[in-house]
């Protein structure tokens, strides 16, 4: 396993739309597995493969708190085959958007089918936080960031900051 670099935005890979896997191999279960160290690492509870530049259908998650057991859920081609009406809304950040925090409201539960680290098709029902990180992850995959839920004006604002801040550190790095 090794840790890869998570791209901030603003970010061409972060705004494309990525691509599905063909099949779950020992190279794609390599991806998985790095992209969970990095996400331990970071730390964050999701990572999706375009946050570490690779344009794939990846995801990784791990919900349980530093006083549980790890339980990380890994799914490839993951698809959203059912939605609730109820909405709910949670405090969400992204570790492509550091230090910035926003209410963002989603769907309150789901069913999403995917594909395990084994490439076995699975189905899986979730709500509360994980219903949201599902949802924050599948959105990494079609190019789109917590901040493009909020008013443009409070997006731009972000946008700014972040560009403001890369531009820093090309300078400080001159
Ligand atoms: O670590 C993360 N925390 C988080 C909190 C609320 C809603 C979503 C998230 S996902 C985020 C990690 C990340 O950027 N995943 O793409
Ligand atoms: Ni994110």
Known sequence: MSLRHILVAPD?????????????DDELRQLMDDMLETMYEAPGIGLAAPQ??????????????????KAPLFMANP???????EDSTY???????PEHYADVVRPAEIRVKYLD???KAQELKADGLL?????????HLEGILFIDHLS???RNMI???LLKSKKQVLEEAS
Do not use: Y
């Open 79 to 85: 698809e959203l085959v059912w939605v609730s009406d």
């Open 159 to 161: 946008l700014r900051k």
């Open 12 to 24: 061409p890979v972060l705004k494309a739309t990525a691509k599905p896997v063909e099949t779950v």
């Open 91 to 97: 405090e969400e950040g992204c570790l492509s958007v």
């Open 117 to 119: 680290r084994d490439g």
């Open 131 to 139: 219903a949201t990180v599902i949802q924050h992850e599948m959105d």
């Open 152 to 154: 443009s004006l409070k």
């Open 52 to 69: 570490v530049g690779v344009s794939k259908r990846v995801i990784v998650m791990d919900i349980a708190r530093e006083d549980e057991p």
